[in-house]
């Protein structure tokens, strides 16, 4: 009896603590209290991959949805007036976007929904309004998911995640590792971007590009060496990054070619292309084009597994020389790079999209929509900063003019 009332002192002491800790504020606090319906398992989990995305097909009442997973973000996502009937708010969450900015936004629970031959219950998301332009999934899926002890396998070539509870499941397999951290409940790892220099770096499935670096961070590096200015491919002003709360601030966006960036000390990735961007350097999506990967929460490592037998691989990613933001609900070009073919042609920041083809554009989204073919001419009516009416033609949409002979 003794034992059992200084538990009980205990618990009530902790819990006055942790509630002196944490007033009853409304905030609702990270946790990974969701359940999930088998335990000792090993399942395979349908995922396609596609635009550098990762999607899980899931079904919510009979019907299917498609989930994003999203390693970037902490825990899962949904949308007002979409298909999911999430629960009445549980609390507000201080949510942070791919630029940085941040905003109190309610946190709901969805609704109970399989994955493969698993049952997710009790899974909390952050309720957002969608981002200007159209989506092909319903919510998204976060680090939570590892966070909660299960271990995965991604390999987008096959088409499937596997998905486990058990502890030293992919132990014997072979791969490139890396260690991460965990801020804010997300994965971080350190990438050796130029000389001794190492960058720590949100591993972010929910990004498309293959790498995106601080810039803050950049420019620190670049004026302490000047080795590193050697690596500038251009230097532009403008916004190119859509967060969820909207673009990135107007600023300076410097184009980088980095020749080399080592995932360890035994693999290497080479001829990248990025840029710079407002919010933390990230590791995106495009990873996943060349090879499977294994994150395992319990050491906190990535393990990679090119799917050709070599310990480097040949990125040479291109990147878009002309970027688009939503603007009061209207398409304007955020950003082009004055030496691609969109600057000849007489794009330039500021500009907005009236029509393509004889067709309004009145909206972001039917800018996103719009049905371009790759190769085909397009006549864009353009208005100016200044709100000057311009035309414009493309001869071979989606194409880069090939170079002289």
């Given at each position: 009896m003794?034992?059992?009332?200084?538990?009980?002192?205990?618990?009530?002491?902790?819990?006055?603590?942790?509630?002196?800790?944490?007033?009853?504020?409304?905030?609702?606090?990270?946790q990974l209290g969701f359940t999930v319906s088998k335990t000792d398992f090993v399942e395979k989990i349908p995922i396609l991959f596609e635009g550098d995305q990762i999607y899980i097909p899931v079904t919510i009442g009979g019907k299917q949805h498609l989930f994003n997973l999203d390693t970037g973000s902490s825990q899962g996502v949904v949308y007002y007036g979409g298909d999911i009937d999430y629960s009445l708010p549980i609390g507000n969450v201080n949510s942070r976007d791919a630029n940085g900015r941040i905003d109190t936004i309610p946190a709901v629970k969805f609704p109970p929904f399989q994955m493969g031959p698993l049952t997710i219950?009790?899974?909390?998301?952050s309720l957002h309004r969608?981002?200007?332009?159209?989506?092909?999934?319903?919510g998204i899926i976060g680090f939570d998911l590892f966070n909660k002890g299960l271990q995965a396998k991604i390999d987008t070539r096959s088409g499937i995640m596997i998905l486990t509870d058990r502890k030293n499941y992919f132990d014997e397999e072979e791969g490139y590792e890396t260690s991460y951290k965990l801020r804010r409940?997300?994965?971080?790892?350190?990438?050796?971007?130029?000389?001794?220099?190492?960058?720590?770096?949100?591993?972010?499935?929910?990004?498309?590009d293959f790498f995106a670096m601080n810039k803050a961070h950049f420019d620190k590096e670049r004026y302490k060496d000047p080795r590193v200015v050697k690596l500038i491919e251009n230097i532009e002003h403008g916004q190119a990054a859509i967060g969820n709360y909207g673009a990135e601030r107007d600023g300076q966006v410097i184009y980088i070619n980095f020749p080399t960036l080592p995932w360890n000390k035994q693999f290497t990735f080479k001829g990248i292309h990025s840029y710079t961007t407002q919010g933390d350097s990230r590791l995106g999506g495009q990873l996943l084009r060349y090879g499977s990967l294994i994150i395992n929460p319990k050491r906190k490592r990535l393990k990679f597994q090119p799917y050709e037998a070599t310990n480097e691989v040949a990125v040479n990613n291109t990147l878009d020389d002309i970027s688009y933001i939503p603007v009061d609900g209207k398409p304007v070009v955020g950003l082009v790079r004055q030496s691609s073919q969109a600057y000849k042609n007489g794009f330039r920041r500021g500009d907005i999209i009236a029509s393509i083809n004889g067709t309004a554009i009145n909206s972001f989204d039917d800018f996103k929509d719009y049905p371009f073919v790759k190769g085909r001419s397009y006549v864009f009516v353009l208005l100016s900063a200044r709100g000057f009416k311009k035309e414009i033609k493309i001869e071979q949409w989606g194409t880069k003019p090939q170079p002289a002979d």
């Open positions: 003794r034992l059992k009332a200084i538990t009980t002192l205990l618990f009530l002491s902790n819990m006055a603590a942790f509630a002196q800790k944490y007033p009853d504020d409304g905030m609702y606090r990270y219950k009790g899974y909390v998301g969608r981002p200007p332009g159209r989506y092909r999934y319903d409940f997300v994965p971080y790892i350190k990438l050796n971007t130029f000389l001794k220099y190492q960058e720590e770096t949100l591993f972010d499935t929910g990004s498309q």
